[in-house]
Structures are given as structure tokens and as C-alpha cells.
């Protein structure tokens, strides 16, 4: 028990002390922020250039419906398609031609261009010709009024949901809250099962390549060396998902008291803000801002019992790939032979995370139900259905699967591991590797 300790505190300590453990720590969170928003911001990113649109419209009817926008200059030509087609004029983007009546042919529109039409302008397009036509359409009926009674009959409902609590209080509830839930943690294990269980088969795999393994296990069994490896590197990817979600949590006190300060005492006086403080102990969930009415909302949760559930599939779910990892590291003699091993693995996590996106509009349906119980895809699909409040004999059932199937796992890796860290110069197969479990 000491030399597995001293190897799991060996293989701790040597990667939270490099100084990239320490910068990507921190790093991750901003990185991310980066990647959801940078795009969407760079995308509302307008160029400086303006394009010049013709339109030759035939009825007389639609030309002046199009507005100068911050991209596409519309002007009306009197030209033929004909002549702009031939003409070498660069400064001309693109022709809509209009031939004919569209409620009677709504094929008569098209738009013309040497390049690929790009999404905005056809969906600008589409917008003001579509609602040129619904006016038309509705002018048809001879009713007067009806543009404005269809629009005043209008009315955008969402159904309050409240959960009723097992002494009967009441709480303000959100299935799209379930969803960011179930998906975070999937997300958040996913990805910790990929970067730590690829970083335990990238360490067996060096160790074994500068033969620093064949001194090691003449102090210390096969068993002791993986599972050392195995939980040191486990333990280092807990600390860093420990440190997110401490920052991530001061983040979200920081953020939503600054939604509460601002929803009752908004940039008022002290007195002010006192004042909104007594009104708010008086008023219902229900009637909360919107901005901060999803605190209302998390307390629905049993976000103890998620927190608890999340723990023991994390380390179920680590524990049972990182030994098939530490196993195909063993049995590799170069990075490039871990593409046939590591691809069947890869391809069951894939499956195990698009099974539980799926599973959000049917969490209690037979795919999602047999998928959390499999153990190579519970502890990805059984996350996004916690938040759902499943039966608590199914999440029983599957932690006991999980780690029934991961002590068995972890017994057939470390069989293949003790014979697999010393072989060298052979490329094995998984026939070879069955048979290395049958050694004594």
C-alpha cells in the first residue's frame, strides 16, 4: 500500500507542478469563453465595402420594397438580364429579377450572381418578398382589418411549470435548465475521460519506450505501477475540474448578485436598495425578472444529489477507461499503433454523447434507459438524465454495473499490462493481447 501510494503522490506531484498543468488550468475557462463567443462576435463583424444589387422587376410591383441595408445597395434597372450578364461591370454584385406576379408564380423571383449567393442576401430577400405576399394574400379575403386582427391575435404563451415539493412548497422549475445541466456534466466527463485517459496511455507508453518501466517493476508489481499511474493521473484532472468549479461558482455569485442588485436596487441609493430588499422577501418565484429568475429555478434541483451522482460516474467512468488505456499503452510500441485500439473506444464515447444530447426530449425512453445502464456509455448518458429525476433504482442499478464492470477491467488491463509493458519490438493485436490475459 505505501509503494501505490508513493506512486500515485510521484505521478501527482510531477504534473501539477509543471508550470503548463498551472497556465492551462487558468487558461481553459477564458479559452472556452473564447470559442462559444468569439465566433458569434466576429460574425456581426461588417465589412466595409457595400454591394450594389440591381433589381429588374417586370410588374412594377416589388423594386421599391427593398431598402438599402448595411451590406447591399438596391437600385432600380431598367437593363435586361441579358445586358448585365455580358457586361464586365466588377462593381455589380448581383441581379433579382422579377418577371411575373408572385402569388401566382412564386418561381418568378431569382437572383443572379458570378458568385455563391451569400446567406444574408437571400434571406433578406426571402424576409421582404415573403411579407409583401402575406399582405397580398391577406388583401385577397376583401376583410377589412385583418392584417390587424391576425397580428393583434398574436400571442407568444409560455406554460409556468412549478414542482411540487414532498412537503408540499413550491418551486419554480425549467426543463431547458435540466438540459444545460445534463449537459455540462456530460460534456465536463467526456472530456475528462479523453484528455486523462489518453495522458495515462501516453505516460505507460514513454515509460515503456525509454525502458524506465523494466526498473520499476523490479521494486513494485505490474498492478501496483498501472494503478498508481491510473489514480495520480485521475487525481490530477479532479484538481483542475475542483479549481473550475470553484471559479466558475465565484463567477456565477458574482454574476448573479450583480442581477440582483441591478433587478431591485438598479443604480439607486442605498435606501433604495434596502427598500427593494424587504419588497423582494414579498413577492412569489414566479414574478421574478427574468434576469434573475433562474436562481428561483435552480433550487428545483437536487443539485446535492447531482453533485453526489456526478462524483461516483466520474471516477466509475475514469477508473474503467483509464486501465483500458493503461493497457493499450503497454501493448504499443509507437503512438501510431494505437490508432486501431484507441478508434472502437473513441467511436463507443461518440455514441455515448450524442445518445445522451439526444436523450433530453426522451429521458425515459429504451435508448437512453439501456445506454445508461451499459457501462462504456453510463457514465456519459446517465448524467444527462439525473437532472430529469429519474428512479433511484436506476441509478443504483447502473453504478453498480459501472463498477462491477470496471474492477473486471481493470483485473483483464493489468493482466495485460504486466505482460505487454516488457514486449518490445513485436506490433500486437487484440488476438495476442486476449491471450496475454491467460498467462498465470
Known amino acids: ?147 390587424k386582427i391576425i397580428d393583434e391575435s398574436r400571442i407568444n404563451f409560455q406554460i409556468q411549470t412549478i414542482k411540487w415539493g414532498k412537503d408540499g412548497s413550491q418551486t419554480s422549475s425549467s426543463g431547458q435548465l435540466a438540459i444545460i445541466i445534463g449537459l455540462i456534466t456530460t460534456f465536463v466527463i467526456y472530456m475528462f475521460i479523453t484528455i486523462y485517459g489518453a495522458m495515462v496511455m501516453q505516460g505507460v507508453s514513454e515509460e515503456k519506450t525509454n525502458r524506465i518501466v523494466e526498473i520499476m517493476v523490479s521494486s513494485v508489481s505490474a498492478f501496483t505501477l498501472m494503478m498508481g499511474k491510473v489514480v495520480g493521473i485521475g487525481l490530477v484532472g479532479l484538481t483542475q475540474i475542483i479549481i473550475w468549479v470553484v471559479l466558475a461558482s465565484a463567477f456565477l455569485l458574482i454574476g448573479s448578485g450583480g442581477l440582483i442588485m441591478g433587478g431591485i436596487g438598479g443604480a439607486a441609493d442605498i435606501s433604495t436598495v434596502q427598500q427593494g430588499v424587504a419588497m423582494s422577501q414579498q413577492v412569489n418565484a414566479a414574478e421574478l425578472q427574468p434576469g434573475v429568475e433562474w436562481i428561483s429555478q435552480l433550487q428545483s434541483f437536487n ?33 501510431e499503433d494505437a490508432q486501431q485500439f484507441m478508434l472502437p473506444m473513441m467511436m463507443i464515447m461518440i455514441f455515448g454523447l450524442y445518445t445522451g444530447m439526444y436523450s433530453v426530449n426522451n429521458p425515459d425512453g429504451p435508448m437512453a434507459f439501456w445506454c445508461s445502464l451499459f457501462p462504456l456509455t453510463s457514465p456519459i448518458v446517465m448524467l444527462m438524465r439525473i437532472p430529469f429525476e429519474i428512479p433511484l433504482w436506476e441509478k443504483l442499478l447502473s453504478v453498480i454495473v459501472l463498477y462491477a464492470t470496471a474492477i473486471g477491467f481493470v483485473w483483464v488491463s493489468a493482466k495485460i499490462y504486466r505482460v505487454g509493458i516488457l514486449m518490445y519490438g513485436k506490433k500486437p493485436n487484440i488476438k495476442e493481447m486476449i491471450k496475454w490475459v491467460t498467462y498465470k
Do not use: C
Open 303 to 335: 443539485l446535492g444529489e447531482i453533485a453526489v451522482f456526478f462524483v461516483v460516474f466520474f471516477i466509475g467512468g475514469y477508473l474503467l477507461y483509464a486501465s483500458l488505456f493503461a493497457a493499450i499503452g503497454s501493448a504499443i510500441n509507437s503512438p
Open 1 to 147: 500500500m505505501n509503494k501505490i501510494g508513493l506512486i500515485i503522490k510521484q505521478e501527482y506531484l510531477r504534473r501539477v507542478r509543471k508550470r503548463s498543468f498551472i497556465v492551462m488550468t487558468f487558461l481553459t475557462p477564458l479559452l472556452v469563453v473564447a470559442l462559444m463567443f468569439v465566433p458569434l462576435w466576429l460574425a456581426t463583424l461588417r465589412g466595409d465595402g457595400i454591394h450594389n444589387v440591381a433589381v429588374i422587376d417586370k410588374t412594377g410591383k416589388y423594386a421599391s420594397l427593398f431598402d438599402k441595408t448595411d451590406n447591399y445597395l438596391f437600385f432600380n434597372s431598367d437593363q435586361s438580364l441579358d445586358e448585365y450578364r455580358n457586361s464586365d461591370r466588377k462593381e455589380l454584385f448581383a441581379v433579382l429579377s422579377i418577371t411575373g406576379d408572385l402569388m401566382d408564380d412564386p418561381k418568378s423571383a431569382t437572383l443572379y450572381s458570378e458568385k455563391q449567393i451569400p446567406g444574408d442576401l437571400s434571406n433578406y430577400v426571402n424576409q421582404i418578398l415573403s411579407k409583401q405576399l402575406e399582405a397580398d394574400k391577406l388583401a385577397s379575403f376583401n376583410i377589412p382589418d385583418l392584417a
